[in-house]
């Protein structure tokens, strides 16, 4: 069946350095990927969307790649914060409708 | 892109009893989806809301026990009927982007029923 894995340990990096999450897909070629962030409590919060023929997508200081071969998406977060730290979690469409198929979520601690 | 406000944000429930969960969009939407989030697991659809006609659900979810009600492209209910612990979850709402393919969500409704 259609699936989304992100790396279900926590992510502990320092303040200042690049922060990489993984995301791996299996069973199907998504159209896109999407990247969410959520914060305790609160619902996803949309970060960005790539294609599956886009290499990169950049925004601000967040950046995405889609390697078709490999099955992955990774998400990029360079000169990282304190205020970067949550949950971040990846999602594609399952075929032609605008369902999501979502990962678990990989948590991002950025220690000051 | 769209706001939700979503009510009640938290709610604790006797088992056999039914919730409401409200969302209020601050823009006109063709579609809303209602998903649930368990500990441990990914967002789970649940059905997706159109205005003016049956909400579609996802396999494993039936009307009697969720069901969603869409009187305006603004507005939405989602009911969780004779629950039980097995339903506790954070439950939220969502709608496309206007702009793209991405989706805005409401804040969420964590439900314990005890």
């Known amino acids: 069946s259609q699936k989304i894995e992100q790396n279900s340990e926590a992510l502990n990096i320092q303040e200042g350095k690049t922060a990489t999450l993984t995301c791996n897909y299996t069973?199907?070629?998504?159209?896109?990927l999407q990247w969410y962030r959520q914060d305790p409590g609160r619902g996803p919060v949309f970060l960005l969307l790539?294609?599956?023929n886009e290499k990169e997508k950049r925004k601000e200081r967040l950046k995405v790649t889609f390697d078709t071969t490999l099955k992955q998406s990774l998400f990029h977060i360079t000169a990282s914060q304190p205020a970067d730290s949550a949950t971040y979690l990846c999602?594609?469409?399952?075929?032609?409708?605008?369902?999501?198929?979502w990962g678990l979520g990989t948590s991002l601690a950025v220690n000051p | 892109s769209a706001v939700i406000s979503q009510k009640p944000s938290r709610d604790i429930c006797q088992r056999g009893t039914s919730l409401t969960i409200q969302c209020q969009v601050d823009?006109?939407?063709?579609?809303m989806f209602w998903y649930r989030q368990q500990p441990g697991q990914s967002l789970t659809l649940i059905a997706t809301?159109?205005?003016?006609?049956?909400?579609?659900?996802e396999s494993g979810f039936v009307i009697d026990k969720f069901p969603i009600s869409r009187p305006n492209l603004t507005f939405s209910t989602l009911t969780v009927s004779n629950m039980s612990p097995e339903d506790s979850s954070i439950y939220l709402c969502?709608?496309?982007?206007?702009?793209?393919?991405?989706?805005?969500f409401g804040s969420g409704t964590r439900l314990t029923v005890v």
């Open positions: 969502s709608v496309p982007l206007i702009e793209g393919y991405g989706y805005t």
């Open positions: 823009s006109q939407v063709t579609m």
């Open positions: 069973n199907y070629s998504p159209a896109y």
């Open positions: 790539i294609r599956e």
């Open positions: 809301a159109n205005q003016g006609s049956e909400a579609t659900y």
């Open positions: 999602a594609s469409n399952a075929g032609n409708n605008r369902k999501l198929i």
